[in-house]
């Protein structure tokens, strides 16, 4: 098995236990980043809290709503961009030992090197996961119960006392992923599942900040570790934990106005006669921020992705690298046994 299909599958496994443990947080967060309430009379509510309001007004299953397509992207999406990561680094490194050889450089790979290599693995998982995301993040979006009048019918008027007429919640149709798909295909065809494709391409910017961080604290903490251990450089669990949350936070800071745009136009557009809640394009919705919500807008929810992303990243960088480890060792375990065998 290659190295880099070890680290995409280990890439996968992590990326599915981060979405599980985080999920109704990504949920909270997708609903603070696409709320269009331009007049600001809501009153802002907190992570916790809105999470009550959801799990009241729309049941536990829908701080769940979308998680098996979700589970499915982050999957795919990891073990894409881990398996691609993987292939990128090898021959970073390969470059840098042959210039090492020729007198340049160190034969590691560099800050920049390292931001390249991240940013081509994005890019190709972006352009061949984003249909996901869109299904993801319309499942994601409020679909409250409704209130409605029961009238009866002209013929049961004999029949029913008038003071029966009574408000009763009417109950919305199941929204699986079967209807989030056939409603995006019928407001946009196709092309409607690469919406937001152009923001998240920026978006790459996130991982390729993260990874350029955490590469950069790991070899340092490596280099140091083994200074004071004498040639032994390992790092422990937690110590990937944390420097997978400190990476992520940097990264998260950075780019986090882009993923608000990113949502707002993946998000079920307003049918309303109201331009302000429509959106042609990536420049037309950063216009429209800007013109009617401030750049306020921009950072709708983030305490709540700081929290979610933090905590799925650490959770991810730990599992994953722990995976690799397991499998290595199994692999070379193996691959002894079968040496030591008898002819």
Not at 163 to 170: G, V
Not at 177 to 188: G, K, L, P, R
Not at 280 to 286: E, N, R, S, W
Not at 292 to 314: D, H, P, R, W
Request: proline content about 3%.
């Amino acid at each position: 098995m290659s190295d880099a299909l070890i680290n995409g599958l280990s890439g996968a496994g992590g990326g599915i236990i981060a979405q599980l443990i985080t999920y109704p947080l990504q949920t909270v967060n997708t609903r603070q980043q696409t709320e269009r309430d331009l007049k600001k009379k809501k009153r802002k509510l907190g992570t916790i809290e809105e999470m009550c309001q959801v799990v009241k007004h729309e049941g536990w299953g829908r701080l769940y709503g979308g998680l098996t397509p979700s589970l499915v992207g982050t999957a795919a999406s990891q073990g894409v961009y881990y398996y691609f990561y993987q292939i990128f680094r090898n021959k970073a490194e390969a470059a840098s030992l042959e210039r090492m050889k020729k007198g340049v450089g160190d034969g590691s790979v560099g800050m920049l090197a390292s931001l390249g290599v991240a940013a081509l693995s994005g890019c190709v998982n972006v352009l061949l996961t984003n249909p996901i995301w869109v299904v993801v993040t319309r499942m994601q979006q409020t679909h409250t119960k409704t209130s409605k009048k029961i009238q009866p019918d002209q013929s049961q008027m004999l029949s029913v006392d008038p003071s029966e007429t009574i408000l009763a919640a009417s109950e919305l149709p199941p929204y699986g992923t079967n209807h989030a798909i056939q409603e995006v295909f019928d407001e946009a065809g196709v092309w409607g599942f690469w919406k937001g494709v152009f923001p998240t391409l920026f978006m790459v910017s996130n991982p390729s900040i993260q990874f350029m961080l955490y590469e950069t604290m790991l070899k340092k903490l490596k280099k140091r570790r083994a200074l004071d251990r004498k040639g032994d450089n390992g790092v422990t669990a937690v110590e990937i934990f944390l420097l997978g949350a400190l990476a992520k936070l940097g990264a998260t800071v950075v780019t986090y106005p882009l993923l608000v745009v990113k949502s707002r136009l993946q998000a079920k557009q307003v049918s309303t006669g109201d331009k302000r809640h429509q959106y042609k394009g990536t420049l037309d919705a950063v216009l429209k921020m800007i013109r009617y919500e401030g750049f306020y807008g921009f950072y709708k929810g983030m305490s709540t992705k700081i929290v979610q992303s933090v905590l799925a990243a650490a959770v991810l960088f730990m599992v994953k690298e722990e995976l690799v480890k397991g499998a290595r060792f199994l692999l070379t375990k193996d691959a002894s046994a079968v040496k030591s065998k008898p002819l």
